[in-house]
């Protein structure tokens, strides 16, 4: 069974604070994706890469910065945290051919306090 | 990047067809059309995809206008399982390549299903 695997479910931490949130996929998908989900602004990419230590920013990078050292592992770091980006991360990867779909993650909700 | 409008909501009864629409009336030509649909409390999983012709498959059917501007997602007898958000996208090519890269999300329709 294909797999994106998002290390915390639910995340709670302080304001200030350096947040690492990790993604890892078993299915050696090029492309992956960092997504915020708030209510009623619907999913909106955050960073995306297409290979290890690529990346594209998305719609909204500021305040994130990410990390691809390895193909399977993409990691969203949010340097210093603040209560705006209180929400639900949800991590996803593809290939980078079209014609395949992309695969979340379950998600982290992640509360800063 | 083109951008998808769709309906903020819509409703159904169980049973019956249900057609989603969606608006990309600055598609370009190599843009992919993908639908995906996130159940209440999960990540969002995908449905369909296609470019010029019609699409079906197990879930749905995916029909798209002439001057692809426009397109229909089709869901054939919707079941209370199928309650979910629907999200539209159009899939860009990679600057100067023939990948393709990422997925850019609307807001969606959210659809209900009555028993």
């Known amino acids: 069974d294909v797999k994106v695997t998002q290390s915390s479910r639910y995340l709670v931490k302080r304001t200030g604070e350096k947040v690492f949130l990790e993604c890892v996929q078993d299915?050696?998908?090029?492309?992956m994706f960092w997504y915020r989900q708030d209510p009623g602004l619907g999913l909106r990419l955050i960073y995306f890469s297409y290979d290890v230590k690529m990346k594209e920013k998305g719609d909204i990078p500021e305040g994130y910065s990410v990390s691809r050292e390895k193909k399977e592992r993409f990691s969203l770091i949010l340097e210093s945290a603040s209560t705006n980006q209180t929400s639900m991360y949800l991590c996803a990867s593809s290939m980078i051919r079209v014609n395949t779909e992309a695969f979340f993650g379950q998600g982290t909700r992640l509360t800063v306090v | 990047d083109a951008k998808t409008t769709q309906p903020n909501s819509m409703e159904s009864n169980e049973e019956e067809p249900v057609h989603l629409p969606c608006n990309h009336s600055?598609?370009?030509?190599?843009?992919?059309i993908h639908w995906y649909r996130q159940l209440p409390s999960q990540g969002p999983e995908y449905v369909i995809h296609g470019l010029t012709s019609n699409v079906n498959n197990r879930m749905a059917s995916l029909a798209i206008a002439e001057d692809r501007k426009s397109s229909t997602l089709i869901l054939h007898r919707a079941t209370l399982r199928d309650a979910a958000v629907y999200y539209c996208?159009?899939?860009?090519?990679?600057?100067?390549?023939?990948?393709?890269?990422?997925?850019?999300f609307g807001q969606g329709t959210i659809l209900t299903v009555h028993p």
């Open positions: 600055t598609i370009s030509g190599t843009d992919y």
């Open positions: 996208i159009l899939r860009a090519r990679l600057a100067g390549g023939t990948s393709y890269g990422k997925l850019t």
């Open positions: 299915m050696d998908h090029e492309n």
